[in-house]
């Protein structure tokens, strides 16, 4: 009995171990946008009443962290306006929308409906929180932030999710998995980092690919679903962990993605980006991965891919978000 114990410990500890790596990757976020800056200033912008205006925490759902941020343009005469949400990173367990200001700041500056959005985190005080759970918060978040914006007077015709990390992923289950009941279309995916699939053989930098065991317990607390080791071993799995694998629901109708990810990245399994890159090439998506060769989880050692997904990101959003100047 106290060997069952034990064991049962010692994969418990493996979990928050895993979930304590992706809270270091939300403290390195978080350093790097504070005190690094790859584009030399490109997404900064002196922000003031002629720029736009910021309408912070409002409500969309009835749990403490659902709240928004929305960031509307001055110019208030196009007829319609793109929405574009970013999510923000800390590992499914840390962080917060106002990390993102001047993102969102940097979008609403162009011309575009910004917003930040909250999600219930995993802590001791919400142990059931997962990242299926904070998925379908996002996927009922977007209806009011697109009802709020048209409450203020911007039609929203169109829209763009993004994120970083742990938004990453989210941006990538909202616009593939939820796209098609999406109040507007969603016409553009932008992230950096965020895993992208849970096949436990590609999780190796957790050693996933040699212990079940932790597969299924990391993967448990991650899905919101009960996974054992048979489930691993026969590849049953799949059905549980396929609501929060971005991969899974990629088809013909999915919106282009632009990526980046850092080759030596210890925190976001590199080969989950790989898998859904080899289904967009598949479905014939237009997409961007930008491979950040001498950089982990920060992207901070390849200032040239920086600027190169910085002028991706405005690429995709001329092509595929154009600003309306219709008056």
Not at 50 to 64: A, F, L, Q
Request: include cysteine.
């Amino acid at each position: 009995m106290s060997q069952k114990i034990n064991k049962k410990k010692g994969t418990w500890k493996f979990v928050l171990l895993c979930i304590g790596a992706f809270i270091v990757s939300a403290a390195l976020s978080v350093f790097i946008k504070t005190s690094y800056d790859p584009l030399h200033g490109a997404t900064k912008v002196e922000w003031n009443d002629s720029v736009g205006t910021v309408y912070t925490d409002i409500s969309y759902g009835d749990k403490e962290a659902n709240k928004f941020d929305l960031y509307v343009p001055a110019d208030t005469a196009k007829e319609n306006y793109g929405l574009v949400v970013y999510l923000h990173p800390g590992g499914f367990t840390s962080g917060d929308k106002q990390y993102d200001e001047g993102m969102l700041k940097w979008l609403s500056s162009k011309g575009y409906v910004a917003a930040g959005i909250n999600y219930t985190l995993f802590t001791d005080e919400n142990p059931d929180a997962s990242v299926y759970s904070q998925s379908m918060e996002i996927k009922e978040a977007i209806p009011d932030v697109v009802a709020e914006a048209m409450k203020l007077g911007y039609h929203i015709d169109k829209m763009a999710v993004s994120g970083g990390s742990a938004g990453g992923t989210l941006a990538l289950i909202y616009g593939l998995r939820d796209a098609g009941t999406s109040p507007v279309p969603v016409n553009l995916i932008f992230e950096g980092v965020g895993p992208a699939s849970f096949y436990h053989e590609d999780w190796t930098n957790y050693g996933l690919d040699q212990n079940k065991d932790n597969a299924a317990n990391l993967f448990s607390v991650m899905s919101g679903q009960k996974i054992t080791v048979d489930m691993i071993e026969n590849h049953t799995y799949y059905d549980a962990v396929k609501p929060i694998s971005a991969d899974m629901w990629v088809g013909e109708n999915s919106p282009p993605v632009v990526m980046a990810y850092g080759a030596h990245d210890k925190i976001a399994p590199f080969k989950s980006a790989e898998r859904l890159v080899s289904k967009l090439e598949q479905y014939n998506i237009p997409h961007e991965f930008i491979v950040f060769p001498h950089s982990g989880h920060g992207l901070q050692n390849d200032n040239k891919q920086a600027v190169i997904y910085h002028e991706k990101i405005e690429e995709y959003l001329a092509k595929y978000m154009p600003i309306d100047s219709n008056n």
